[in-house]
């Protein structure tokens, strides 16, 4: 059964850095089949898509936070890692991992996620 | 960005009734369209992918139909367990975008 789990500070003050790992269990970050994402969630609100790497290193990310973000992979570790920097109050949310499936070499869908780490952002 | 626009935002249901959601996409995205069922404090859980795939495990009586921009996700009998916000996802291009979310509640 694979399992994602998120790890990293909970609170990260005003312009400072936010670094969170996922750990990926019961199946190797290295496949070819999947793409490893980032997803937060304000309190009360939506999901919205932060970013995703794949096991080759290449990223996409969200344009309204692409200038702010870094996606990593570490297939030695089977981990996945974000960084945001400047963050500022409105980054507080629940960051969650997942796994994005690839169906004929196309990312499709997000089947297994992290159960999700509150980072708030205050001093 | 594509925005996906779901309806209602929230509704209010019985056990045993009928629940039908509605996603629109704001560009044809074929069927690149997925559902996820989250309860509070927890993670989002797929349940249909492709438009209307059932995920492995997922009961039957969720179901999904559409394509191009319109979509739907049937709940032929809701069961207590299925009170929770559900959520519409486009898979056909990035950045990926969400449905702002359909709250059902108990009636």
């Known amino acids: 059964q694979v399992q994602l789990q998120e790890s990293g500070p909970g609170l990260v003050k005003p312009s400072q850095t936010l670094s969170l790992t996922c750990t990926v269990s019961g199946g190797s970050i290295s496949s070819g089949s999947y793409y490893w994402s980032w997803i937060r969630q304000p309190a009360g609100k939506g999901l919205e898509w932060i970013g995703r790497v794949s096991a080759t290193g290449s990223t996409n990310s969200n344009p309204s936070l692409k200038s702010r973000i870094t996606l990593s992979i570490d297939t030695s570790r089977n981990q996945f890692s974000l960084k945001l920097s400047s963050v500022a109050a409105a980054d507080t949310a629940v960051y969650y991992c997942?796994?994005?499936?690839?169906?004929?070499?196309?990312?499709?869908?997000?089947?297994?996620w992290g159960q999700g780490i509150l980072v708030t952002v205050s001093s | 960005d594509i925005q996906m626009t779901q309806s209602p935002s929230s509704l209010s249901a019985s056990v045993g009734d009928r629940v039908t959601i509605t996603c629109r996409a704001g560009q044809s995205i074929s069927t690149y369209l997925n559902w996820y069922q989250q309860k509070p404090g927890k993670a989002p859980n797929l349940l249909i992918y492709g438009a209307s795939n059932l995920q492995s495990g997922v009961p039957s009586r969720f179901s999904g139909s559409g394509s191009g921009t319109d979509f739907t996700l049937t709940i032929s009998s809701l069961q207590r367990e299925d009170f929770a916000t559900y959520y519409c996802q486009q898979s056909y291009i990035t950045p990926r975008t969400f449905g702002q979310g359909t709250k059902v509640e108990i009636k």
């Open positions: 997942a796994r994005e499936v690839l169906v004929a070499a196309l990312p499709y869908y997000f089947d297994y």
